[in-house]
């Protein structure tokens, strides 16, 4: 694995050649892929040339890493990221996060889009990730990566509340009040039904999804200050007959949203302190 990681990591390396190798990623959920455009002087490094990498199949997911300028900062971007319900082992879904360590990225920000399980939320919303609860198998299973990390990580606090609190000054900047909650994801490829939706609510979820935990999860393993935001795509919290949720619909909102989340993004990356 160690020896796969390394070979990957050079492929980039020289691809991106003199550039500065960044310090920020970000990972682009769902129909939020847009985020890219806004990538100044962008290297595109498509999936299909980068060794041990797999092919996103899931709609609404490109397939390329772009290294670029956001907010004044160098950042690498994965537009499009891998599904546990793509047929993909974990150890697969995060590879790309294991490079990205071993490109020397310290800051990751997540993204995608969330079906709503709180009742106060509303479709396009954007949910700052203060937690999450991981229904979905743990990629750390099996042998411990000890150059990476521990083999029990902490997980109490995962996700950067001084991140959060920097969105949370730029998002009323912008004239936009953000939801912040717990993030429950699950295998899918299945969209929950209405008494599974019930048990995320009752087990203190907010949003539902089949993503992004796996990447965070080896990101904390990593040791990777982490940032994470839900588009609120589908209102999954109305139990009324006619609600139905539909994969295009999804990825439709996201891309309605894409546009104010990129925003933010830059604008918190902008605002990010410059650390060692
Ligand atoms: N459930 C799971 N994943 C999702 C949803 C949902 O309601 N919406 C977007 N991704």
Redesign the pocket.
Same mark, same amino acid.
């Given at each position: 694995m160690i020896r796969k990681i390394d070979e990957t990591a050079e492929y980039i390396r020289q691809c991106v050649g003199g550039r500065v190798m960044p310090r920020i990623a970000v990972v682009l959920g !769902?129909g939020l892929g847009l985020v890219a455009d806004r990538i100044k002087n962008p290297l595109t490094i498509p999936y299909a040339g980068i060794p041990n990498f797999v092919r996103p199949t899931a709609i609404g997911h490109k397939g390329n890493l772009i290294v670029g300028s956001l907010g004044g900062k160098d950042v690498l971007a994965m537009q499009g990221r891998f599904h546990y319900y793509e047929g993909y082992t974990m150890q697969q879904v995060t590879f790309p996060v294991r490079v990205m360590a071993r490109l020397g990225v310290k800051t990751l920000f997540v993204s995608n889009? +969330? =079906?709503a399980v709180n009742p106060t939320y509303r479709v396009g919303d954007m949910m700052v990730i203060t937690d999450h609860i991981n229904l979905l198998p743990n990629p750390l299973i099996g042998p411990n990566m000890d150059e990476f990390g521990p083999r029990f990580p902490d997980m109490t606090t995962v996700y950067s509340t001084r991140i959060r609190q920097i969105a949370i000054e730029q998002a009323g900047l912008m004239g936009e009040t953000l939801q912040q909650g717990v993030y429950v994801a699950g295998t =899918?490829p299945t969209?929950?039904t209405r008494a599974e939706y019930r048990y995320y609510a009752a087990i203190g979820g907010d949003a +539902? =999804?089949?993503s992004t935990i796996p990447e965070v999860i080896v990101a904390r393993h990593c040791g990777m200050e982490i940032f994470g935001m839900s588009i609120i795509?589908?209102q !999954?919290n109305d139990l009324s007959e006619t609600c139905l949720?539909d994969g295009d619909d999804?990825v439709r909102q996201a891309n309605l949203a894409a546009e104010k989340m990129s925003t933010l993004f830059e604008r918190i990356i902008a605002n990010l302190p410059v650390t060692a």
């Amino acid at each position: 694995m160690i020896r796969k990681i390394d070979e990957t990591a050079e492929y980039i390396r020289q691809c991106v050649g003199g550039r500065v190798m960044p310090r920020i990623a970000v990972v682009l959920g !769902s129909g939020l892929g847009l985020v890219a455009d806004r990538i100044k002087n962008p290297l595109t490094i498509p999936y299909a040339g980068i060794p041990n990498f797999v092919r996103p199949t899931a709609i609404g997911h490109k397939g390329n890493l772009i290294v670029g300028s956001l907010g004044g900062k160098d950042v690498l971007a994965m537009q499009g990221r891998f599904h546990y319900y793509e047929g993909y082992t974990m150890q697969q879904v995060t590879f790309p996060v294991r490079v990205m360590a071993r490109l020397g990225v310290k800051t990751l920000f997540v993204s995608n889009a +969330a =079906g709503a399980v709180n009742p106060t939320y509303r479709v396009g919303d954007m949910m700052v990730i203060t937690d999450h609860i991981n229904l979905l198998p743990n990629p750390l299973i099996g042998p411990n990566m000890d150059e990476f990390g521990p083999r029990f990580p902490d997980m109490t606090t995962v996700y950067s509340t001084r991140i959060r609190q920097i969105a949370i000054e730029q998002a009323g900047l912008m004239g936009e009040t953000l939801q912040q909650g717990v993030y429950v994801a699950g295998t =899918g490829p299945t969209y929950e039904t209405r008494a599974e939706y019930r048990y995320y609510a009752a087990i203190g979820g907010d949003a +539902a =999804g089949m993503s992004t935990i796996p990447e965070v999860i080896v990101a904390r393993h990593c040791g990777m200050e982490i940032f994470g935001m839900s588009i609120i795509t589908n209102q !999954s919290n109305d139990l009324s007959e006619t609600c139905l949720n539909d994969g295009d619909d999804v990825v439709r909102q996201a891309n309605l949203a894409a546009e104010k989340m990129s925003t933010l993004f830059e604008r918190i990356i902008a605002n990010l302190p410059v650390t060692a």
